[in-house]
Each structure stands twice: as structure tokens, then as C-alpha cells.
């Protein structure tokens, strides 16, 4: 391709789109070799536009060793050649964009993959040489060095620190790592990985790349100063300073950096957008949404809320008035590649611990699919009637489960092996896409599947779903669509309902009403056409674990 194509257009397409995650490993495989591809996604481009949604996030597609499903990356200007060449990525953005959609990338700025050419040269170079300056090396304590630099925990557990072994063969120094230890965290302070980054934001941006998924963006910059290393459990945000001050995540300084990636952004016409992965206290997400910065960040709120209409009536008021407080748009999310899928989270009952729970159910899962599925489409309908962004993760369109018959030695997430304890695996969520209910590895490729497919997967498949007209996929078809002509100015009124605590209702400025039975009697619906129902309607009422659409 000669031209990069851009989609013209608003330049605030992001504020209240639906943007739908790419795990491309897992989505098409067009060559035979069970790992998905670009080529595998391009094939299913009609599919994208048939379901409606305004842009893809890809999850990682770089060269990686799939330390961490690809974020761990090596090289952060090229593509994995598992996953296809850099013309095919082209080839891609074309396809999209004449499709009238536009593409997200994921950006993994806090660490590299242990390939990556920079890592490589800092284990051959020597101690405090600049090579090593750019990511985050000590000496050990010890006589010799022999004890790991601080107790700081990685969040995959168990420890942050990794020796090494020093080019002459002797033990050496040790190298931090939040997550897994093939994954060294840069060193932010270092102003040639600064420049790289802005360089390879640009790359990206020139490509015709609309927008970037942040990886850990709240954690780049941090504060090791004089000789100080936390010794602490990471990641975890109820330890977390919420002032701007703490010594590994969310320090205010980290806004320099997206403030200079907003002068790239800027560049371009329109814009690019991006979205923080920012796990951090609710009061400091607004810096990272603000238009000198990334422009939105991920409000996970919705993932821990359940099924009560109170809680979520509580978390959407509270992350609107953020988003509006700030002039950003807020984001809706109940599903990625990193959590159990809300259909098997709604099919469990009570406070949901991911971890108590996958250990638990993890050869047996007890899960109610029938209550699962219905509240998950009717929050999801509901997400999708808020003002702001819905970001959707691939299969949950279908449906599908979580997969949890995936043996031990089949699993590939780091998280499982390195805290067995905890034993949680987010495979479960990645496994292929069934496509086609009778072909083998249900039409994901012809060559196999990286992560094994259940046979339950058949009943969930899209050509299953695509004939019957009450599927969950037709349900979402519907929903996307309907949406994209009730668009309307991001502002909403609650409705009360006096003599009930479990409905959730309210309106949008054009009289689009959305209403959510989180009860277990039918409730009558406001007065209109209704537009949606989740389930079918009893007698003129909203049953149960249903959403409805109407138009006043
Ligand atoms: C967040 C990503 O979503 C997750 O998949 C990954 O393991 C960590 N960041 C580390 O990059």
C-alpha cells in the first residue's frame, strides 16, 4: 500500500462509541497454525461492520516470546510473524476504515519482553552502564549480592526481583519486574526511553493507527530515589497513596509523559485517542482522562458491582459526574481478557471473588448459564444505553462462558504458575472463537487451537447464532444499531421508582428510556415504543434479569 487511508470525521468519535477488544491469538487463525492472525481478523471484517461497532481494540500483536499473551513485547515497530507482517497490518486499517471503523492499538509502556534488543544489550553490559539505566537494575543485599534487592511482591507473584547472570559468568545483578520476570519494567527517568516511545507513538499514529489502549498506565513512573525500593505488595489498590506521592504507581509525574504523547496525538487530523488501563484510587482517574492527557480512562467500577441495581445506580451517577467534572466521557466495561466473562460471573450469586471462586469451581464449575446469560445482556443493554464508551470483549456477543476445563498443562498465563496459591488463570477467557458450530476447531482455523475449545463451545458458535433470531448475537446486532440512531448529547436523568429498589431506570435527552429488572416480579415498562427487550415480555411487563428500551 502506497497511502495510509484515515477515516475523516468527528473528532470526538470515541466519546460515546462502541469499541470491540481483539485478542488476536484467539479471534482468526487464516493459516493453519492455531494461533490467530491479522489476515484471520481482516476475513472477518464483515462481521465487525454486521455487528456495528464503531472500533477495534487489539490486544498486543507484536513480536513477543508470549511470556504474558504478547505483553511482554520485543520489538514495539513490528508484528509478531505468527500474527502476520506490517502490510497486512495496513491492509487491516484499510479494510476497517472502509468499513467505517476505526482501530485501537495496545501499548505496553511500563515494561518490554526480556527479548527486547535493549533488554539483551543491558545483561551483556556492564553495572550502572547506560544500557542498564534503561530499565530498573540493583545490586543485591547480601555478602554477595545473594538477597533480592527489596521484599516488593510482582503482581503475578511471588517476587519483582530476577538475578542475573553477568556476562562473565558469575551471579549479578538483579532487574525489577512488576509482572512476570520476562517482562523488566523500563526506567521512565531515562530520557532515551522517553524519546523511543514518542517515536514509536508516532509510528503507530503514522500507519493510521485512530487511537492506543495504555497498558499499566499508571505505572511508569517511580519514585527508587536514593537508594529506596518499596517492599510491598503490588498493584494493589487499597495500598495505594491516592495523592499523586506513592512510590510506584500513579505519581503525578507520569502525566508529563502523556501530555507529550498528546502533543503527537495532536498532530494528526482527527486526533488520536487514547485510553488509560489506569487501576488507581477513582479520584485521580480524571488526570489521565483529561484532554491535555490520554483523553479516557477505563472505569472498571462495573466489574466488582453485581447484580444490585443500587450499587451500579451508584457507580454509574458517581463515574458520569466524574467524566463530566473533567469534560472527558466515562467508559463502560463488564468483560476483557484478563477477567472471568461476566455471563459466568452473573450466573454466580453473591459477592464474586475471582480467586476463591476459579479455585473453587475449577473442575466443576456451579453456575447458573440460563441467570448468567440473562444479566449479563441486560447489563449489558444497560452500559450500552449510558452516555460514554462501551468497550466489548470478543465472544461475549455469543454469550459464551467462561472455559474452564483447560488442564494444567495446557495453560499458558502466567498469573497460574507463578502464584499457585491463588492458581487463577485467565485462559479461560481466551480460548478460540467458535465460528462454525460443525467444523473442526469450530471454524476458529484448520490447523488447531492454542488454547483447547470445549465441546460446549458448538452451542455458542456464530453461524449457530446468526440463524436464530433470539440469539445473543442478534440481541447485541440489534442493541449496537438501535444505539447508533438513538445517539444524543451525554447527559441523563434518573427515574425513580418509589416503591421499588430494584429497578434501574432512566432517560436520555431524545426520551430514549432504559429500564433494568434487577428484581423478581415483571415490572411495568414507562409509556412508548419499545424499542429492546433482553427477554421477551410478560403480559406488557419486564420480567426478571431483564433491560428494556423504550421510546417515549
Ligand atoms: C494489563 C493487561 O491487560 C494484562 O493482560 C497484562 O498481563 C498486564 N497488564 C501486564 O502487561
Known sequence: MSE???????????????????????????????????????????????LGVDAVWMSPFYPSALADGGYDVDDYRDIDPRIGTLAEFDELIDALHANGMRLIADIVPNHSGSGHKWFQEALKAAPGSPERDRYIFRDGKGENGEIRPSELASHFGPTAWTRITEPDGTPGQWYMHLFASEQPDWNWDNEEVRADFRKTVKFWCDRGVDGFRVDVAHALVKDLSNGHLPE????????????????????????????????????????????AEAWVHSNRLPAYASEKGLGQSFSFDMLGAGWDAQRVHELAANALQRAKDN???????????????????????????????????????????????????????????????????????????????????????????????????????????????????????????????????????????DADPNSTLNLYRKAIGLRKGLETAEELTWIKHWFSKTILHFKRPNGWHSITNFGTKPVKLPKGRVLLSTLPLVGGKLPANATAWVQA
Open 4 to 50: 495510509f487511508t484515515f477515516l475523516a470525521g468527528d473528532a470526538h468519535w470515541w466519546r460515546q462509541a462502541v469499541i470491540y477488544q481483539i485478542y488476536p491469538r484467539s479471534f482468526a487463525d487464516s493459516n493453519g497454525d492455531g494461533i490467530g492472525d491479522l489476515k484471520g481478523i481482516i476475513s472477518r471484517v464483515p462481521y465487525l461492520k454486521q
Open 232 to 275: 510491598r505488595q503490588s498493584y494493589d489498590v487499597s495500598v495505594m497513596k491516592n495523592d499523586g506521592t506513592d512510590d510506584l504507581f500513579d505519581r503525578d509525574e507520569v502525566h508529563k509523559i502523556y501530555a507529550s504523547w498528546r502533543e503527537i496525538f495532536n498532530e494528526y487530523n482527527p486526533p488520536r485517542m487514547a485510553v
Open 327 to 465: 469534560g472527558s466521557s466515562n467508559t463502560w466495561v463488564l468483560s476483557n481478557h484478563d477477567i472471568i466473562r461476566h455471563a459466568t460471573r452473573f450466573g454466580v450469586d453473591g459477592q464474586f471473588d475471582a480467586g476463591k471462586w476459579f479455585k473453587a469451581n475449577r473442575f466443576n464449575p456451579k453456575v447458573n448459564v440460563k441467570q448468567g446469560l440473562e444479566r449479563a445482556t441486560a447489563m449489558t443493554a444497560l452500559l450500552l444505553a449510558l452516555p460514554g464508551s462501551t468497550y466489548l470483549y470478543q465472544g461475549e456477543e455469543l454469550g459464551l462462558q467462561e472455559a474452564m476445563e483447560i488442564p494444567d498443562e495446557l495453560m499458558q498465563d502466567p498469573q497460574f504458575f507463578r502464584n499457585p496459591d491463588l492458581g487463577l488463570s485467565r485462559d479461560g477467557c481466551r480460548v478460540p472463537l467458535p465460528w462454525v458450530a460443525n467444523h473442526k476447531w469450530f471454524g476458529f482455523g484448520e490447523g488447531g487451537s492454542h488454547l483447547p475449545q470445549p465441546e460446549w463451545y458448538k452451542n455458542y458458535a456464530v453461524d449457530v447464532e
